[in-house]
């Protein structure tokens, strides 16, 4: 028998010193083994690894997109949410439920961060992101429960991610951005599905009129782009929404100008002129004051009256400049002192202090303005002429300034009235998913079909082209084509009519479509099928005729986005949670 010294070290565990060999090994594996636990987690660490992990991730995005999955199509429901400061939230946008729900699984909050970002980049289709890409993992479940390797899986869906964008451009219609009708139909699908439909019309008009006054065309040197000019289309800037609770929806109207809420700094000065000629200052209209503390010791008794009488020259002297040229309305961002408003009012000049710089580049940009930042340098130019009407109205507690009729705004106001706090930010978000909308088909004037007419295109596309690939590949492929069918699937689920056999006759239209066209054209020919499913009865519609468009880029951004993040997450075969340990 083999003779063993061990020795006590601070883990407890012995520590072999001699040792003949395969006790060594033994006995170090063990040590080496505790050692590893003790040190890389602590008794609030959990780790999941390999397909334990893969499972989890998938269960927890199932789990997100079921939250959401009733606020899909015109039939959706609203989810209340309170958030941690008490306040109550009332909407079925999905990126807002989704920011306000606390979630503590890594691979849940991945999925939220999807939505935030399409909310950012094209404004719409935060829900459809979210429900794609929990499809698309519940999904792969089948193929990690056969241990067919992630990468495999991977590779599949980006092939069929590059497929599913090819047949959307196929199916694309370029559109006019001017041709009014079109348009209308395109914000009627974004709005249609929101809380705001029963002024459905007001609405689509304000978000279009908007988007179409605050969008500009800046000029590119020929030869430079395909196109010779390029929008500017700068909603968060220039398009100013203004809540004021109380009155009708009804009455939510955007401006043909500006508006802010401040009154005039005298009572005696002019609320009502007509074609004013506004100048805009960033500087103040008083004695300045010094930037470090300077003492003065006055001997004299008549120097504390020149020093007075000084700084009374100084704002006499900034006012007289600015009254040189004539001006019915002076706008600074700054105080304006008494003895500067005495002046204006003599003058019969309106004047108005501390506007914010937001609403100053806003009055800038509608009446043709510029900002000026001293008072011996203004010109003639500077001037703003571009309003028809100066008005102060009074509108619930509040007294609101009015910009309007102007010649060629290129900002605007848009007022909101409504019953309650809530009602008005649920309107507000909805306004600025349907601004958003217009602003993408400004940039890239193509439409695809709505209704789940693009996603059943795809899915039957996709179908058409995975049978002629090979090997183990072939089942990701057609899994991202089943995926698909989830917006459809979800729609009619919504209206409460038969799921089954509302998406087979879809399945059905689309498949006769590609059997039509390939006895016609040959085999690579496309048909352009746009049945979709009637969100509000559940009725397959041919969606040209009923006039429901998406923007182009807000499908496109909603499949990438929602294939490359189940690719993301499919990826990953370890996670480590919990907290660390202190000292470390």
């Known amino acids: 028998m083999p003779t063993t010294y061990l020795c006590k070290l601070d883990c407890g565990w012995p520590h072999p010193l001699s040792t003949n060999g395969q006790d060594i090994i033994a006995l170090h594996h063990i040590f080496i083994r505790h050692i590893a636990c003790s040190s890389s987690s602590n008794s609030k660490t959990q780790r999941s690894q390999g397909r334990q992990a893969q499972l989890g991730n998938i269960n927890a995005a199932r789990a997100v997109a079921d939250i959401i999955r009733s606020t899909l199509g015109p039939r959706s429901m609203l989810k209340m949410l309170l958030d941690p400061m008490g306040g109550i939230v009332i909407t079925n946008d999905g990126n807002c439920i989704l920011r306000e729900v606390d979630v503590s699984h890594p691979t849940a909050k991945s999925m939220i961060e999807l939505s935030r970002a399409q909310d950012e980049e094209v404004g719409d289709g935060t829900t459809s992101v979210i429900i794609l890409a929990g499809e698309m993992l519940i999904n792969a479940e089948p193929f990690v429960r056969t241990n067919i390797h992630p990468t495999v899986i991977v590779r599949g869906y980006n092939y069929a991610l590059q497929e599913a964008l090819e047949i959307c451009e196929k199916l694309a219609l370029v559109v006019d951005v001017n041709d009014v009708d079109k348009m209308k139909s395109l914000v009627q699908s974004c709005i249609g599905t929101k809380f705001s439909s029963r002024w459905n019309d007001t609405m689509i008009d304000m978000a279009l009129k908007a988007v179409l006054t605050v969008s500009r065309a800046i000029p590119m040197p020929v030869g430079s782009d395909s196109y010779s000019q390029k929008m500017e289309v700068d909603i968060k800037r220039y398009a100013k929404v203004e809540k004021i609770p109380g009155g009708e929806i009804s009455d939510c109207t955007v401006l043909s100008g500006v508006m802010f809420n401040k009154d005039v700094t005298h009572s005696k000065m002019r609320r009502r002129i007509e074609n004013p000629r506004i100048l805009l200052?960033?500087?103040?209209?008083?004695?300045?004051?010094?930037?470090?503390?300077?003492?003065?010791?006055?001997?004299?008794?008549?120097?504390?009256?020149?020093?007075?009488?000084?700084?009374?020259?100084?704002?006499?002297?900034?006012?007289?400049?600015?009254?040189?040229?004539?001006?019915?309305?002076?706008?600074?961002?700054?105080?304006?002192?008494?003895?500067?408003?005495?002046?204006?009012?003599?003058?019969?000049?309106?004047?108005?202090?501390?506007?914010?710089?937001?609403?100053?580049?806003?009055?800038?940009?509608?009446?043709?303005?510029?900002?000026?930042?001293?008072?011996?340098?203004?010109?003639?130019?500077?001037?703003?002429?571009g309003c028809g009407l100066f008005e102060m109205r009074k509108i619930g507690e509040e007294y609101f300034a009015f910009f309007e009729e102007c010649k060629?705004?290129?900002?605007?106001?848009?007022?909101?009235?409504?019953?309650?706090?809530?009602?008005?930010?649920?309107?507000?978000?909805?306004?600025?998913?349907?601004?958003?909308?217009?602003?993408?088909?400004?940039?890239?004037?193509?439409?695809?079909?709505?209704?789940?007419?693009?996603?059943?295109?795809?899915?039957?596309?996709?179908?058409?082209?995975?049978?002629?690939?090979?090997?183990?590949?072939?089942?990701?492929?057609?899994?991202?084509?089943?995926?698909?069918?989830?917006?459809?699937?979800?729609?009619?689920?919504?209206?409460?009519?038969?799921?089954?056999?509302?998406?087979?006759?879809?399945?059905?239209?689309?498949?006769?479509?590609?059997?039509?066209?390939?006895?016609?054209?040959?085999?690579?020919?496309?048909?352009?099928?746009?049945?979709?499913?009637?969100?509000?009865?559940?009725?397959?519609?041919?969606?040209e005729e009923f006039g429901i468009w998406e923007p182009f880029s807000v499908k496109i951004q909603t499949i990438k986005t929602a294939v490359e993040s189940a690719c993301m997450i499919l990826r990953i075969d370890d996670i480590v949670s919990g907290s660390k340990k202190r000292g470390h």
């Open 281 to 385: 200052l960033d500087s103040p209209l008083e004695y300045k004051k010094g930037e470090s503390q300077t003492n003065v010791e006055i001997t004299d008794e008549e120097d504390w009256n020149t020093l007075l009488k000084m700084e009374e020259e100084y704002v006499e002297n900034m006012c007289m400049e600015i009254i040189a040229f004539k001006p019915d309305i002076v706008i600074t961002e700054k105080g304006v002192s008494d003895l500067a408003q005495h002046y204006f009012a003599k003058a019969n000049i309106t004047a108005f202090r501390r506007l914010r710089k937001t609403d100053n580049n806003r009055v800038a940009r509608a009446t043709g303005a510029t900002i000026v930042s001293r008072t011996d340098e203004i010109r003639e130019e500077d001037i703003g002429t």
């Open 408 to 543: 060629d705004p290129k900002a605007c106001t848009i007022i909101l009235r409504g019953g309650s706090k809530d009602v008005l930010n649920e309107i507000e978000r909805n306004l600025s998913d349907a601004m958003q909308v217009v602003r993408n088909v400004v940039f890239d004037p193509r439409l695809l079909p709505g209704g789940g007419a693009t996603e059943m295109a795809v899915s039957v596309g996709l179908r058409k082209a995975g049978l002629k690939l090979e090997g183990i590949q072939q089942g990701p492929f057609l899994a991202v084509g089943e995926a698909m069918e989830v917006i459809p699937r979800t729609l009619s689920q919504n209206c409460g009519v038969s799921v089954i056999r509302t998406v087979t006759q879809l399945r059905a239209k689309h498949a006769a479509a590609y059997e039509e066209a390939e006895k016609t054209g040959g085999e690579d020919a496309f048909p352009k099928c746009n049945w979709g499913i009637d969100g509000t009865t559940g009725k397959l519609v041919d969606m």
